[in-house]
């Protein structure tokens, strides 16, 4: 059971083009949006549609896949863990972030066309 304890799956569509940037120690990171979306039936009873963004960063041999082959719009499954963090911006004010940090990626399907 403690493989469950901390595991996120998703399967969304990109927002951007992954942001890959090579540290100091040659590491990679590539940082980039999931959307996903829920249909569910309304009060009204007509189907709505919800749509839920995901900040994912991913690390080494999956950034470079990243940084490879996902453009914006592709359909991808990835699972990975939740990560939360903070940090101080240029006006001293905390701010909190959760990410996924990718530890397996698939792409399952081709790009979806602009709304």
Do not use: C
């Not at 839920?52 to 863990?81: D, P, R």
């Not at 996924?100 to 081709?110: A, F, K, P, S, Y």
């Amino acid at each position: 059971m403690n493989a469950l304890r901390n595991k996120v799956q998703l399967i969304g569509n990109l927002g951007n083009a992954p942001q890959v940037i090579t540290t100091e120690n040659g590491k990679k990171l590539a940082k980039f949006s999931v959307a996903t979306n829920e249909t569910y039936t309304g009060r009204t009873g007509r189907k709505e549609k919800e749509t839920t963004w995901h900040n994912i960063v991913a690390w080494g041999n999956v950034a470079e896949i990243a940084e490879k082959f996902l453009t914006k719009g592709k359909e991808i499954a990835l699972e990975g863990k939740l990560i939360n963090r903070s940090y101080t911006d240029k006006d001293g004010v905390k701010k909190y972030i959760t990410e996924v940090q990718v530890n397996e990626l698939l792409m399952i399907g081709g790009e979806k066309p602009a709304a």
